[in-house]
T-cell receptor, first 117, second 115 residues
Framework: DAGVIQSPRHEVTEMGQEVTLRCKPI?????LFWYRQTMMRGLELLIY????????DSGMPEDRFSAKMPNASFSTLKIQPSEPRDSAVYFCASSPTNLQGRDEKLFFGSGTQLSVL | AQSVTQPDIHITVSEGASLELRCNYS??????LFWYVQSPGQGLQLLLKYLSGDTLVQGIKGFEAEFKRSQSSFNLRKPSVHWSDAAEYFC?????????????FGAGTTVTVRA
């Protein structure tokens, strides 16, 4: 299995531009998570999907952020308009189930390094 | 408030020496406990987790961790480190119950291995 695939690996954009990050979870996984990693705040859960349905988006910073999961094999995280403070590494992760308490685990992608100038 | 504390930001250890990374948590009840490792430019990989039962948990790559309820700690150990263990290590917790998908991560500890 190729693992969780994220694209692009690096994104450099100017303030005000729209940014779309993409994620392909591991086939058969029904849970998908978007995390953001910064030096100041560490790793933060942005949004959690289960069976393509957003279950918890309480971590999404503001209305400029939106996430979709149109099918089981694809998700996007969009920032519009982008701001310099959005610069971070964005990770997508998937899991076979929605319960960490079972003998399952999160599989992380390699992340997208976003720089907003 | 729930929190995860990793007191050591950076640890340097010699190859072959032992390693211990500290993790303390503040939670209403004993949560699920995890250790993840992140190599440069990579996503996180699960090393081990404590769900219940035996308080000494064995993981991959020769790591182990011990849950101590009285100290609210879940320290990670390795008897003899290899140069490939240089990475950033994250302790994480998740509440038991319907919100157990909500992992909260510590700030991380960067481990440098010197020859």
């Amino acid at each position: 299995d190729a693992g969780v695939i994220q694209s692009p690996r690096h994104e450099v954009t100017e303030m005000g531009q729209e940014v779309t990050l993409r994620c392909k979870p591991i086939s058969g996984h029904n849970s998908l998570f978007w995390y953001r990693q910064t030096m100041m705040r560490g790793l933060e859960l942005l949004i959690y999907f289960n069976n393509n349905v957003p279950i918890d988006d309480s971590g999404m910073p503001e209305d400029r952020f939106s996430a979709k999961m149109p099918n089981a094999s694809f998700s996007t995280l969009k920032i519009q308009p982008s701001e310099p403070r959005d610069s971070a590494v964005y990770f997508c992760a998937s899991s076979p189930t929605n319960l960490q308490g079972r003998d399952e685990k999160l599989f992380f992608g390699s992340g997208t390094q976003l720089s907003v100038l | 408030a729930q929190s995860v504390t990793q007191p050591d930001i950076h640890i340097t250890v010699s190859e072959g020496a032992s390693l211990e990374l500290r993790c303390n948590y503040s939670y209403g009840a004993t949560p699920y406990l995890f250790w993840y490792v992140q190599s440069p430019g990579q996503g996180l990989q699960l090393l081990l987790k404590y769900l219940s039962g035996d308080t000494l948990v064995q993981g991959i790559k020769g790591f182990e961790a011990e849950f101590k309820r009285s100290q609210s700690s879940f320290n990670l150990r390795k008897p003899s480190v290899h140069w490939s263990d240089a990475a950033e290590y994250f302790c994480a917790v998740a509440p038991k119950g319907s919100n157990d998908y909500k992992l909260s991560f510590g700030a991380g500890t960067t481990v440098t291995v010197r020859a």
